[in-house]
């Protein structure tokens, strides 16, 4: 069973444009992590939010977290071509658990 | 080592087959999950290893699958009679502390099984 559910399934997007994903979640977390993903590839840890924060940033990276609807969004600005990846939002509760993940295609 | 280590990196078995799948985590990271992924899905949890202890299990699909860390660090991830749902990559992740608990996980890149 997973705990996140990630929000579109897929999206495509035009090189500079922004791209927001959101991830929604059903039980009381005390962080938030998202991971990327290439085809084929292992995830990679992009940014953690702790439950007691609102917004965090890193880079072009942008996490909200809003715990009263339980919902989480990964905004990524200016995207590259490189950004094309899936990104899957986790919730801990002993261990990592990940949500179906939105599939990004950024378009050169 | 530089980073999470796996191999095989391809493994195809017949049905019915016992595969073994390897997993070398970062020297001296504490704990080792190991995750389950379908096609176009998540990771699923399977097992996860604080050292040598397997503390928890309660992913693993059957009683076909089982998991060993002998001396808390290269773990094993064996499937026996292998069935074609068994199909999937099969991720193995590590972390420096003893749990997932506002810590980032490391991932291999994982072994793609596929069951004939």
């Known amino acids: 069973s997973q705990q996140g559910e990630e929000d579109p399934q897929a999206l495509s997007i035009q090189e500079g444009e922004n791209a927001t994903m959101n991830c929604s979640y059903k039980t009381s977390i005390n962080n938030l992590q998202w991971y990327r993903q290439n085809s084929g590839r292992g995830l990679v840890h992009l940014i953690l939010i702790r439950s007691n924060e609102r917004e965090k940033h890193s880079g072009r990276l942008r996490v909200t977290l809003d715990t009263s609807k339980k919902s989480s969004s990964l905004l990524i600005t200016a995207s590259r071509a490189a950004d094309t990846a899936s990104y899957f939002c986790?919730?801990?509760?002993?261990?990592?658990?990940f949500g179906q993940g939105t599939e990004l295609s950024v378009k050169p | 080592g530089a980073g999470v280590s796996q191999s095989p990196r391809y493994k195809v078995a017949k049905r019915g087959q016992d595969v073994a799948l390897r997993c070398d985590p970062i020297?001296?990271?504490?704990?080792l999950f190991w995750y389950q992924q379908a096609l176009g899905q998540g990771p699923e949890f399977l097992t996860y290893f604080q050292n040598e202890a397997q503390l928890d299990k309660s992913g693993l699909p059957s009683d076909r699958f089982f998991a060993e860390r002998p001396e808390g660090s290269v773990s094993t991830l064996k499937i026996q009679r292998t069935q074609q749902e068994d199909s999937a990559v099969y991720l193995c992740?590590?972390?420096?502390?003893?749990?997932?608990?506002?810590?980032?996980?490391?991932f291999g890149s994982g072994t793609q099984l596929s069951v004939l």
């Open positions: 986790a919730t801990e509760g002993g261990k990592l658990i």
């Open positions: 992740a590590s972390s420096l502390g003893r749990g997932s608990y506002n810590e980032k996980l490391f």
């Open positions: 020297s001296g990271h504490v704990s």
